[in-house]
């Protein structure tokens, strides 16, 4: 049976999902910030419409969180090159620090738990990090987006 036909994979996710977030992380600039800051800084400048659509947030709610990155220094913004008009949000190289010391503050945490499991497990757990990753970049394909 195909793993999608069962809704335990789904579950095993959101308890994930919900695990991860719960993890303290310093700095703690929230989890809407830390997926705006992320979206500048990983992949590319976003305009604030796209920042909208991906955080499920207001224009104005996105507008003030810009606002509170660039007086942190966390982003900046910039005129699209391809339409003056329109402005586009990066992450600057603080913004970039601020997401490396979040990732590495929860990887110490994580460490920790994953060496309270046994050695299989976390074998298993080793094992099964490609094929999350490839899975939650799946959407990005042509085909399936």
Known sequence: MP???DVSLVVAL???????????????????????LRACALERPQRISELT??????QPAVTQLVD???AEGWAARTADPADRRVVQVHATDLGREV?????????????DLVTRLDDDD???LREALPVLHRLAHVTREPSLG
């Open 3 to 5: 793993v999608t036909q």
């Open 68 to 70: 509170r990155m660039v």
């Open 53 to 58: 659509e991906r955080l499920g947030v207001s």
């Open 99 to 111: 997401l490396e010391r979040r990732r590495a503050s929860r990887a110490r945490l994580l460490d």
């Open 14 to 36: 959101e308890d994930l999902v919900v695990f991860v977030r719960r993890l303290p992380a310093e700095p703690d600039i929230g989890a809407t910030a830390a997926a705006a």
């Open 122 to 124: 976390q074998r298993r």
